[in-house]
């Protein structure tokens, strides 16, 4: 049988209806995956003992606030840890084309293709709460007042259209719930999120005037949430990060007295990020950073008879604000100012004295950027 896709077109009137009809959606692909479960466990036991795979987008709802909604439909299982037999069920929420496919699979043996079922909703806490309720049912299908033979069978809404006003039945509440903590292994770990950025600059702090400026750099997320190294029960705000990179400043020419000098700027950059405040629907984040440039500067005359060559040690630090938004997949844009504190701020000078270029005690920084997200 093929993926059943349950998809909802949500206006910002019919928000609360988009979400109920995702919650049907929910009773309907889990009512046909329990149908391809073997006889033997679709009627469920006290307390039975399940592994929940759960794997899900940073922005979405942990694994334990995921496993205590499903605990709110039914208390009939235990997480299962380790290599402890129980039955075994994946969840995957996943960012996709702009909205949030959620998906159940329930492996049904190794002579026998996994049952796999997809809900689409247009934010990751309302398709959370629909794979809960999927979830539940898969787990005992007489949440609801069904049996073995009277699952729901509730028809997902045709593509393009609202769902329906009508509320999703309420949760059977036992007369004896048990709560447990899931188990810390049940999530699957991923590794720490790598950008790749290109930005074009405008800066005040090198040279006289504004210096054109193009950079590379990479930048590591080695706390993103679902990480292997991700610290539990963290701040969301609280997501430290690091880039390596390069400037390189456009030659500029400055003349004085009849010499036309040519500052060539390159430099490595070292950026630190403490936090990263995202938006609700994580597409909008604001960095603040620390940084710092180790280079050199070049310094060419030309139009005099004792014109010379000079190269000079460059050293900045300075503190920054970065805007990143993500239109779509793992693109993204952004923009970012910077106050910058030049540490050398050599004099370049003519024979006579004659002021050529100074770094300024402060400067800033001004550019726009894009890049990709691994």
Not at 285 to 294: F, I, M
């Given at each position: 049988m093929p993926p059943i896709h349950a998809s909802l077109v949500s206006t910002p009137r019919s928000r609360r209806r988009a979400a109920s009809g995702v919650l049907f959606a929910a009773l309907a692909v889990a009512s046909r995956a329990t149908a391809q479960t073997p006889r033997a466990t679709a009627t469920p036991v006290e307390h039975e003992r399940v592994h929940v795979a759960y794997d899900a987008d940073e922005r979405c709802p942990r694994y334990e606030a995921f496993a205590d909604n499903v605990r709110v439909y039914t208390s009939r299982w235990t997480a299962a840890e380790g290599d402890e037999p129980g039955r075994r069920l994946r969840v995957t929420l996943e960012p996709r084309d702009g909205r949030v496919v959620g998906t159940l699979e329930i492996p049904q043996g190794d002579a026998t293709p996994s049952a796999r079922r997809e809900i689409a909703g247009p934010d990751c806490a309302t398709v959370a709460r629909a794979m809960a309720v999927a979830v539940a049912v898969a787990i005992d299908p007489r949440v609801f007042g069904g049996g073995d033979d009277d699952a729901p069978e509730v028809a997902p809404p045709a593509p393009g259209e609202t769902a329906t006003t009508a509320e999703p039945p309420a949760p059977r509440t036992s007369p004896r719930p048990e709560r447990r903590s899931p188990s810390p292994a049940a999530p699957r770990r991923r590794l720490p999120r790598l950008s790749l950025e290109a930005r074009a600059e405008l800066t005040s702090a090198v040279v006289a005037g504004l210096l054109p400026v193009v950079g590379l750099a990479i930048e590591v997320e080695p706390f993103s949430r679902g990480a292997a190294t991700a610290p539990r029960r963290a701040p969301r705000w609280l997501r430290p990060s690091f880039a390596l990179g390069l400037r390189q400043g456009i030659p500029k020419e400055l003349t004085s007295s009849s010499v036309v000098t040519t500052f060539t700027w390159t430099a490595g950059l070292l950026r630190l990020c403490p936090a990263r405040?995202?938006?609700?629907?994580?597409?909008?984040?604001?960095?603040?950073?620390?940084?710092?440039?180790?280079?050199?500067?070049?310094?060419?005359a030309s139009g005099s008879f004792d014109a010379r060559r000079t190269s000079n040690l460059w050293l900045d630090v300075g503190a920054s604000t970065r805007l990143a938004w993500t239109p779509a997949g793992p693109w993204f844009v952004g923009a970012a100012a910077a106050a910058v504190v030049p540490v050398t701020r050599n004099r370049f000078e003519l024979t006579d004295r004659a002021l050529v270029s100074r770094a300024p005690r402060l400067g800033v920084t001004f550019g726009l950027s894009t890049g990709v997200r691994f």
């Open positions: 405040i995202a938006s609700r629907d994580g597409r909008l984040e604001v960095v603040p950073c620390l940084e710092g440039d180790a280079g050199v500067l070049r310094a060419d």
